[in-house]
């Protein structure tokens, strides 16, 4: 019997692109499976790059909204969907009302915040046995009480290649050199994110060797991006705010590297199966590393970090000030080295 499922999906576009092996795996265990997406509207371009999903449904609420008559009509729509179970990726008690709410009969997803009565497959959650949250996602698609199945497949995002001529005459992109994509936003907040002078820096030497460097984000990274090109003295491109995801996909799908925080976008260049210069300040690779085979994680590992803090308690921000371009540029080299460029592999 064909299986209906339906998944609340995360909030953040990063842990979107890292539930895409749950969707595959559940496609594995239930041939012939229907796969719905309740998803937040800045995630539904992955949602639609990716076949494993046939419909996705609009998420409308932000965080820390309950709006309980809102959700309680959004959950009578997609009671008439009929699903068969429903698993609520985010941990928190709204995330699991809707599910409850539209009467899906199985109803899977971790403890957490008092979630006995929405859930009635719940699971205790092993932090040991499940360190990354690739691992802790791919979990709930197993049935109650069995392993998860390894290895894990990356997540794999295509970009849409006829797209590219007429967004670079869009976006005025000089697409005869190599061009390289720096993501120098980080949602979370600025313990994550890499100083502006050390990406302008990065950028100059790049420039030097031959290659565009385009910087990558949303509007709220605008800011920053001007930062970045105002100090490489014109040696960058900003285009935060200037692409949606969608677009962003499709450009960072041409490039031959991409040096990034620990943000939605490094693993959006993960999935595009690009090589990745990843940048760990207060955050964890052993948590939410790219899940890639071609990504060099830099870090300081000083004993203050990873502290998982939005803002650095210590008020220095040691592990991302004191994080060199040198190292960026080395682990970069090693990575192009061992790669050729975009350019000619679309010759």
């Not at 900003?238 to 031959?256: F, H, S």
């Amino acid at each position: 019997m064909k299986k209906k499922i339906l998944v609340i999906g995360p909030s953040w576009v990063g842990d979107s692109v890292m539930a895409q092996p749950l969707y595959r795996r559940l496609h594995q265990r239930h041939p012939g499976l229907e796969l719905h997406v309740f998803a937040p509207a800045w995630t539904l371009p992955l949602l639609a790059r990716m076949p494993e999903v046939a419909k996705s449904h609009l998420n409308p609420f932000g965080h820390g909204a309950l709006r309980l008559m809102e959700r309680w009509k959004i959950a009578r729509l997609l009671a008439r969907e009929k699903f068969d179970q429903v698993i609520v990726l985010p941990n928190s008690l709204k995330s699991a009302l809707i599910p409850l709410l539209a009467g899906i009969p199985l109803r899977t997803g971790f403890l957490g915040e008092s979630r006995y009565g929405l859930l009635n497959d719940a699971r205790e959650l092993d932090e040991q046995a499940l360190p990354m949250m690739v691992e802790r996602f791919c979990a709930l698609g197993e049935d109650k009480n069995c392993p998860v199945l390894r290895p894990i497949p990356h997540p794999q995002l295509q970009a849409d290649g006829s797209a590219l001529q007429a967004l670079a005459a869009k976006l005025g992109l000089d697409l005869s050199r190599p061009a390289i994509a720096f993501c120098p936003g980080a949602e979370y907040g600025p313990a994550k994110r890499w100083p502006a002078r050390h990406f302008a820096e990065l950028a100059k030497r790049f420039d030097e060797a031959g290659y565009s460097v385009w910087l990558f984000g949303s509007p709220k990274d605008k800011e920053i991006g001007e930062d970045i090109a105002r100090l490489a003295e014109g040696k960058t491109l900003n285009l935060c705010g200037a692409t949606g995801l969608e677009e962003a996909i499709d450009l960072m799908g041409w490039v031959d590297l991409a040096v990034c925080n620990d943000s939605g976008l490094m693993h959006v260049a993960a999935a595009l199966d690009k090589p990745i210069v990843a940048l760990y300040g207060s955050s964890s690779p052993d948590f939410t590393p790219p899940l890639s085979d071609r990504a060099a994680i830099v870090s300081l590992n000083l004993d203050c970090s990873p502290c998982f803090e939005r803002v650095c308690p210590y008020g220095h921000t040691h592990c991302l000030e004191n994080l060199q371009p040198e190292m960026a540029w080395q682990a970069a080299r090693q990575l192009l080295a061992a790669k050729p460029h975009s350019a000619a592999e679309t010759e």
